[in-house]
């Protein structure tokens, strides 16, 4: 019966179905899926914390309730995610403690500070741009659930991207102290965006990786370097518009590829980062702690109005 139902998943996958929670799946498939949709929550939770950072200073109370809102969109992503990787049969409250324990990890992008308001456009133009070149692909993936959970979560990006554009827009035609600011913040995100896409597919950097499989089983769509590839094509036109320069000197277009090139990536920050060691790791699982304590009574209060919920009914 096992052998039956492992060749339904792979005629599934062969012939681009989705695979759902009731589907016999391979034990490695349901693993990868876990850690990766895990990493995927656990980054928006914690990307909550860089933006949250400005709401009390953004520069006036339409950009303070755009911004409010973003970050609430951005935990309501962290609950569709545990709840679809709750379909694969983990828990979110053992998802949460591997997540403050170091055992799960979060997106690179949000261990490093957010300085300025520019900043706060830098991460919606870039670090939300990145996001969602990641995440179209993933509204196909094979796995039913988590597809579905991203066909809404990237028409949020999107706008989250646009409000970071026209963020840096405003400030483009703004002040030369303006200008500085948004020139200084693109500096510091560019690289760290481009790290979002994960370890190189080739070359010396490479790493042994979970790409091929991924490919295979329909999970990912295109490899780390072909998304990052199209994020720098979609984004050096942009950086112009705003009339601001990368801080790549080996970026230049190349007319043979049609794309453009750019200059190497630091992957030891990379994984110095990713082993705990960026500017702000500490700070953000910190956080994330107190918060998760201070929020106990709320969970309590829950629990115990569903449980009265649930006796009611019954009577
Ligand atoms: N940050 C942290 N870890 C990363 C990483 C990054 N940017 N990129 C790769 N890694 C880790 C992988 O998890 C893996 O670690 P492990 O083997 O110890 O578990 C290792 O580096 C090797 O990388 P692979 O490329 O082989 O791993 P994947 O096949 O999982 O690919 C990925 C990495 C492309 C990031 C993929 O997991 C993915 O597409 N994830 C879903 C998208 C996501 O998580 N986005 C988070 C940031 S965007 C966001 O949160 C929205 C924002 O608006 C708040």
Not at 164 to 183: H, P
Not at 200 to 211: F, I, L, Q, V, Y
Not at 227 to 243: E, I, W
Request: charged share 25%; glycine share 6%; aromatic share 10%.
């Amino acid at each position: 019966a096992l052998a039956e139902h492992m060749a339904y998943f792979d005629r599934l996958v062969a012939d681009d179905q989705r695979i759902e929670p009731r589907d016999a799946m391979p034990e490695a498939y349901r693993k990868t899926l876990i850690r990766q949709i895990a990493q995927h929550a656990h980054s928006e939770i914690i990307g909550m914390q860089p933006e949250g950072n400005w709401i009390s200073r953004a520069p006036s109370l339409r950009r303070k309730a755009i911004l409010m809102a973003k970050v609430q969109d951005e935990a309501g992503h962290g609950l569709y995610l545990y709840s679809a990787a709750e379909t694969l049969g983990v828990d979110r409250s053992e998802l949460l403690d591997k997540l403050h324990s170091g055992q799960q990890k979060y997106s690179s992008i949000f261990n490093y500070p957010t300085l300025t308001w520019a900043d706060v456009g830098a991460i919606g133009w870039l670090v939300d741009g990145a996001a969602i070149m990641n995440q179209v692909p993933l509204c196909r993936c094979s796995y039913g659930p988590y597809a579905r959970a991203m066909v809404r979560v990237c028409k949020e990006e999107s706008f989250h991207q646009r409000q970071g554009f026209e963020i840096l827009w405003t400030l483009s035609k703004g002040t030369d102290a303006q200008r500085a600011m948004l020139q200084d913040a693109a500096d510091r995100w560019w690289w760290p965006a481009l790290m979002m896409f994960g370890p190189p597919d080739s070359g010396e950097k490479a790493t042994e990786g979970h790409t091929a499989q991924s490919m295979a089983w329909g999970i990912k769509r295109f490899t780390n370097d072909d998304l990052r590839q199209k994020f720098v094509d979609m984004t050096v036109p942009q950086a112009h518009k705003l009339g601001i320069t990368l801080p790549d000197p080996d970026l230049r277009w190349n007319e043979e590829r049609g794309h453009w090139d750019f200059g190497q990536i630091d992957w030891d920050e990379f994984w110095r980062v990713l082993k705990g060691d960026g500017p702000c790791n500490a700070q953000r699982i910190a956080t994330r702690v107190a918060a998760h304590e201070d929020g106990a009574w709320v969970r309590e209060a829950a629990a115990a109005h569903a449980e009265k919920v649930v006796a009611r009914a019954a009577q």
